[in-house]
């Protein structure tokens, strides 16, 4: 008797494993119907988070540890060291334990990961969404990743030193509110220069280092400059052939930023990101081009809110009267579709607890100094975000993030490498050029094959 | 009779942990790495099969090609000019000068130093000293790069190979050297007749390790220059690993299945080279 009952469980044990393979199987290919969530048990999952913003780690490991105390779910989170994301996400990808919540960059990085990518439709997450543009669709146009956070960048300015600009007798513009092109930037810039032993300054501009820590400001944020206006002359939002139309404008800032910088071009080479932001926090430079993610930074640093500023980085193109600040986002979450349904639905939920609890929305904008474009966002303390609001009411068009576009990371190396050398003197602008356009091409047909 | 199996058995039994380390740690990935050469992948649980053509594309790879003949440019600089330092260095601490000691342990120093901090730390030197002279960075000229590379790995290996030239002329039988002086050779005639001759044990191995160092060399490449500078699409001083890496982690999925097969052309090349070398300097060993 006791050896059927035994013998009956097995069977059940195993018709019900069976079944469990096969409802994961089609739980897998058809995840895209409404009821995608009820594929899986979220109480009886977990979830691994790769995290990408390295300065966010302790917040996600708190707001983690929270989150498993309120619903007793696994929530582990993984920061891969800064510049090595890929990498980190391709070995931990290969493994049994697979991130369950991972990051793309947009679409150039979705092309690459799509496959692992759940489809994302209908979930509570995008319904949070305060707009559909941010969500990520593949080329199919299903919804693969969800923008968590918007930012802003520009030209982060010393409110202190740039009146005290405007007071002097050698200056040329009075207001700061009358810097509304590039030319006014460039007359502005130069005249601090001329006079930065009457002002006490090093330089207008913090330096433009072009070591790896820093170069990412030029090779990717300034260049998405010339990139936006191309595409918005063309029409597009994306191309396999970029013409240059803007790249004279391109080296006019960049001659700006090399020429009224804190030290010589020759050295900039080496120069680091956090040599420009301790200048920027020392005063010894009134401009620093960064983002809203350098709050954190420079308010530790000293300067309180009234000394900030930012100004929208003007290159001499479009109607620069109108020109906002360049807002948009490089953060996608993409839940892994390879991992288990349990595991899908408890990420799920993570993610959507997130955005959407107190704790989590208060985490997400005050810990980690975030916007987030979900309904129940709060209000960010950050001082930059509110400027990019202030002018986006007073009806300034923000510059949308294209370098999200750029085919890869040796492209942006290319422009990053010829940009240095043309700083040094050791090469011409055509250098840069070349790299550009020509690498352009070369690069996005390789991510094709 | 009874004693030989159970010394085979014990033998086996010693072996056994290195033995699955060496299958874990190298057979198996270097399998799987032959085998993944053929496939496109993104991870390598889901591969398929392509065939030849990531050997098609690698040997297409424009950069590919270019950074092989900057690798072994770089290869036949260094092993000359470490190796010939090394020699004479050896020569010098095993004169009996005073301290010599303090010499061989500061010289063999630089070993210890991990390879990325050694690129970083003399990144920072060669600046300083462009700067000083009013000249841009060392990434933004590929002759510089290509010439700290080389200062980089003489400094840095030429202790290592002394130490193993200061064992060979120690090993040097003392009555050889009394029988040429008897015959009347002199100092020179000394070194190329005798010592030369009875080194080129340690004169194969020293050649062997730099060669197969420099052909593989990543860490101080990525640090010290990175591959900069680009000139016409080329990142002119990327040596072959680096740029494998590179390909590797490069955009669209067949790059990996690409980075695979430049790797295992890598290994081959390295295998072939390297072989060659202990043939020829095997075959000028002498016995005394």
Redesign the interface.
Known sequence: MKKTIKRLAAIGLAALMTAGALSSCSGGSSSSGTDSKKAGDASKGKVYYLNFKPEQDKAWQKLAKEYTKETGIKVSVQTAAEGTYEQTLTSEMNKDEAPTLFQVNGPVGLSKWNDFCMDLEGTDIYKQLTSKDFALKDSDGKVKGIAYVIETYGIIYNKTLLNKYCKSDFASVKKIEDINSFDKLKTVADEIQKNKDKLGVKGAFTSAGMDSSSDWRFKTHLANLPIYFEYKDDKISDTDAIKGTYLDNYKKIWDLYITDSTCKKTELASKTGSEAETEFIKGNAVFFQNGSWEYDAVTKGGLKDKDLGMLPIYIGAGDEANQGLCTGTENYWCINDNASDDDKAATEEFINWCVTSDKGTDAMANKMSFVIPFKKAKESSNAFVKIDNELTKAGKTPVSWNFTTMPSEDWKDGVGAALTQYAAGTGKWDAVKKAFVDGWKTEKEKAKE | MFKKPKRKLYALIFLLPTLAAFIVGFVYPFIRGIYLSFFKF?????ATFVGINNYI?AFKDESFLRSFWFTLAFVVVSVILINVMAFFIAYALTLNIRGSNVYRTVFFMPNLIGGIILGYIW??IF?GLL?SM????????SDLGFWGLIILMCWQQAGYMMIIYIAGFQGVPHDLYEAAKIDGAKKTQILTKVTLPMMMPSITICTFLTLTNSFKLFDQNLALT?G??????I?TTRMMALNIY?TF????????GVGQAEGVIFFLIVVVISLAQLYFTRRREVQA
């Not at chain 2, 993104?42 to 889901?46: C, D, L």
């Not at chain 2, 900069?228 to 699409?233: F, K, M, R, S």
Request: positive net charge.
């Open positions: 993104q991870i390598v649980n889901k594309k990144h920072q600046d700067r009013d000249m841009p960075s060392l990434v933004t000229n990175g900069a500078p680009l000139t016409d699409g990142w590179k982690y490069g955009e669209g999925i067949s790059a990996k």
